[in-house]
């Protein structure tokens, strides 16, 4: 077959610069240089070794298939972190569903709300990408607002008007905000709110950096408002468990409800095992506070070495991220392509969708990579 079919969709979905870095990047390393990536945001600390050991625990002499809905500890564990962390009580049978990591319910969640007269997915861009791959699967189209410094890096339901309102099916939102890492005031979240049981629309809230903070506590959407509400959470950058696939979704009890029938097709569940050490996870705080640390030496020493070098951050309040902006003469591709060939991998705006005129640095790394980077980083002209 010379031309095997193929879903247009595929087609539609940009392809941005991280492939061309991609294969660059792979050319540097086979020609033997030294790469600092702080383009993936996969951090590179060693999972708690209790949290391995809760997995390793946990591996039957017979496996089985996983339910769907999750192991009953492992929603207990998901609705006692909602109350500790945010004084918010759920249902851990009718509002919880634990699912395989935040990129898989991601993409699948438009599919279980798709098929009435509201075709409209509004998302904030730049922002994750899945959000958008999600929509276009589902046959819905994307409604993509900039986000800036102009707005706070706030999406904004009313800027939209009442016609896009009405139409609209889900409402994206992420707070901390990748790739910027700005954070949402309580009144922000309050208008959503305000705005999705005035309009009918679903607000999706994308909470995975909740505790990665370095001031005051990012809030949750649920402490304001559960109607019409879902808030995503994972394991990966919280508990170190990026290969664990592990998180979960809370909120509206008759939307986790249509949510649960739906994901009982596709076979995403996590194996029993990897819902152990989820459920291990998400009954401790202690491990996340530590890595919380370790991420602000990180970002303390990028943000010192980016002030002694003119280079601007902006947003970055809280996440796994620092939004830099580049040097006058530069686009975000040409920057993140020089920074390359000295070693240093950042992931150019422009991946993330309307972020010309950044980078985006994850502090991924570890801690004693990140001076040798900063000496890297340094060669680069601007």
């Not at 569903?97 to 997915?121: D, M, Y």
């Not at 003119?310 to 920074?339: M, N």
Request: net charge neutral.
């Amino acid at each position: 077959m010379k031309s095997p079919p193929q879903n247009p969709v595929l087609s539609a979905l940009p392809v941005g610069l991280m492939s061309a870095l991609e294969e660059r990047k792979q050319a540097l390393r086979a020609a033997g240089k030294t790469l600092h990536d702080f383009g993936l945001g996969d951090p590179m600390e060693p999972t708690p070794e209790f949290l391995r050991q809760a997995l390793r625990d946990a591996v039957p002499e017979v496996s089985q298939y996983p339910s769907a809905q999750g192991t009953p500890a492992l929603r207990r564990a998901c609705a006692g972190y909602l109350e500790r962390r945010f004084g918010v009580r759920v249902d851990p049978d009718r509002q919880v569903l634990p699912a395989t990591g935040a990129k898989e319910t991601i993409f699948h969640l438009p599919l279980a709300f798709a098929g009435g007269t509201r075709r409209k997915v509004v998302m904030p861009d730049p922002g994750y990408p899945t959000y958008e791959a999600g929509t276009r699967f589902a046959g819905l189209e994307p409604i993509k607002i900039p986000l800036g410094e102009h707005n706070r890096f706030l999406l904004e339901p009313e800027a939209l008007g009442e016609a896009v309102l009405a139409e609209t099916l889900l409402f994206w939102i992420c707070y901390p905000h990748n790739p910027t890492g700005a954070v949402a005031t309580r009144a922000y979240l309050g208008r959503v709110g305000e705005a999705a049981r005035r309009h009918g629309f679903i607000v999706v809230s994308d909470e995975c950096y909740a505790d990665i903070y370095f001031g005051e506590r990012p809030a949750s959407m649920l402490e304001v408002q559960v109607e019409n509400v879902l808030a995503i959470h994972s394991c990966s950058k919280r508990s170190g468990m990026t290969g664990y696939r592990s998180g979960f979704l809370a909120g509206d009890p008759d939307l986790v409800a249509v949510l649960r029938r739906m994901r009982s097709h596709p076979g995403v569940a996590s194996p029993d095992f990897v819902s152990a050490a989820a459920t291990a996870a998400w009954s401790d705080d202690a491990h996340a506070a530590a890595r919380r640390e370790r991420f602000g030496e990180k970002r303390e020493r990028f943000l010192r070495f980016f002030a002694a070098h003119g280079l601007e951050v902006h947003a970055s309040e809280a996440g796994l991220y620092l939004w830099v902006k580049v040097p006058r003469g530069h686009t975000s591709g040409s920057y993140a392509a020089a920074l390359l060939e000295e070693g240093v991998v950042v992931a150019p705006g422009t991946a993330f969708g309307a972020g010309e005129g950044y980078v985006r640095v994850a502090l991924a790394p570890a801690l004693e990579a990140c001076d040798a980077a900063c000496a890297a980083w340094a060669r680069v002209k601007t």
